[in-house]
């Protein structure tokens, strides 16, 4: 089964300056997916980012970019310019290409965000 | 654009009753899931379905019942709650390719006393 560790409980950033989260995973799969979701105090999910493992190239969405090591199984974020509004528990997430077994996410223990203004 | 709706938000429960979590979407996706989250654990996989009819278990299935009637609902089902079913409970869904992201309800807080 696939696991995903999120090292940081908790990270703290000033505003306007740029913080990366990290997330590491671990699969026999060659083929997969991995996402960010955010999760501000309203408890909504909100999807990030996300990048697939055949594509070597980073995926990025305005201020917020992935580094995706595959050898290393590393998939971080970096979110830049930070904003008040990015604030929130921010959880990484594996998806299995494979078809077989549950097919859903797994997801790490998140880390929440402060952003100190 | 109502997209993934869950209700009720909140609920309270006593050991032993049973309730249902509905959940609905617009979308037309064929998969929908369940996931609950607990503090310090992330979200874990209860149960999911790939389309009307068909059901299976996640990572933590044993308490809940769900069924798949239609493509847009998908209720959740706990028979006698017990006081270690409180949690958040997800309802989500997406469309049938591999990077197609999950869309959330935005979630049910259930307290069982």
């Known amino acids: 089964a696939q696991t995903v560790t999120q090292s940081q409980p908790e990270m703290s950033v000033q505003e306007a300056e740029t913080v990366t989260l990290s997330c590491t995973y671990d699969?026999?799969?060659?083929?997969?997916?991995l996402f960010w979701y955010k999760q501000p105090p309203s408890r909504q999910m909100i999807l990030v980012i996300r990048?697939?493992?055949?594509?070597?190239q980073n995926a990025t969405e305005n201020r917020f970019s992935v580094n995706f090591q595959k050898a290393a199984k590393s998939f971080s974020l970096k979110i830049s310019d930070s904003q008040l509004g990015d604030a929130a528990m921010y959880f990484c997430?594996?998806?299995?290409?494979?078809?077989?077994?549950?097919?859903?996410?797994?997801f790490g223990k998140g880390t929440h965000l402060i952003i100190q203004p | 654009n109502a997209g993934v709706t869950q209700t009720p938000k909140f609920q309270v429960l006593k050991t032993g009753q049973s309730m249902t979590l509905q959940c609905a979407q617009d979308m037309n996706h064929e998969y929908m899931s369940w996931y609950r989250q607990d503090p310090g654990m992330g979200l874990r996989l209860i149960h999911y379905?790939?389309?009307?009819?068909?059901?299976d278990q996640g990572e933590v299935p044993n308490g809940y019942n769900v069924s798949r009637s239609t493509t847009e609902d998908f209720p959740l089902r706990l028979l006698s709650a017990a006081p270690s079913q409180t949690s958040v409970y997800f309802c989500a869904s997406r469309g049938g390719q591999y990077n197609s992201p999950l869309h959330f309800g935005n979630g049910t807080r259930l307290t069982v006393t």
């Open positions: 699969t026999s799969e060659s083929d997969y997916y």
């Open positions: 379905s790939v389309g009307a009819g068909i059901t």
């Open positions: 990048q697939e493992a055949y594509k070597q």
């Open positions: 997430a594996y998806r299995t290409v494979s078809g077989g077994g549950a097919d859903g996410l797994t």
